[in-house]
């Protein structure tokens, strides 16, 4: 079976768990809905993989590097959101705020505890892809800590690593945030660099048409961010509450008297009449 297929695959997964974020459910509900929803599509992948393998080494460490991880990563997020959920105790602004500090101290010293596969993987480097991603592959001489899924034919030396990385660094991208809400107003009167105040006054649906086209096109993050991902930061970014993305986009997909990228044709057609006004 083909990479892409795979990538297909983990874009639904994707947004069948972006589904959740629009339920009023409590953190142990969200977690017994969403954990049989990444069993279920891991246990398809691990199946598909055992039965059809790989064209070649290079498709092997892809894969392996840079799609088995992002289906972990999603699972191991939905844990960690749990734990955080349960776990954040109900107080004053400044018990939180400890709270959330403490909890982000932690993530940095396990990511600093895995120092070098960690560097490994952020500065993107691929001279022992053949020694980490491999499933035949001979040992390192850098030694590896664990294998979480030591199923035979369906890992290797670093993938669950690299999926721990990609939750644990969006962890502390959501614990930063809280706590930048909680410092609010005193943090940005710190910051001498004021960010202006924008907010989104287009169609929703539009936001939502720009979120899934960057996602798509894998500009954020070499592609390893997650439409759900692109979607809060524009959230955020703008002032706007989206709610269920994954909806809208079942809209875009329905149009008939408009192309399915409108507002992306005004934005080309707009841009490239300034390009010719310019050249003018």
Known sequence: MENKTYEKWLGELDQELALLDGLEVTPLERLR???PITNRVLNDVKSAVLKDGFADQAAEIYFFKKIKPRFYALQL??????GLATQTPAGTKEMLKAFYEQELLQVLQLLK???FHYQYYKTGSSELDQVYFLRDAKESDIPVLELIDPYPGFSTALDYSFAKFMAYERLRDCLL???TDIYGGQQRALNPTKTPSLRWTGDT???VELGYGIWLTGQVNNGEATVADIIQ????AFHVHVGRAYRLWQ???QRKRVSPVKFLDQLRKAILKRV???NE
């Open 233 to 236: 930061l524009l959230e955020t």
């Open 33 to 35: 809905h969403a954990l």
């Open 113 to 115: 505890a895995s120092s």
């Open 77 to 82: 997020w939905e844990m960690l959101t749990y």
């Open 276 to 278: 010719e006004e310019t």
């Open 177 to 179: 945030a809280f706590i």
């Open 205 to 207: 649906i539009n936001l």
């Open 251 to 253: 809209s875009i997909l």
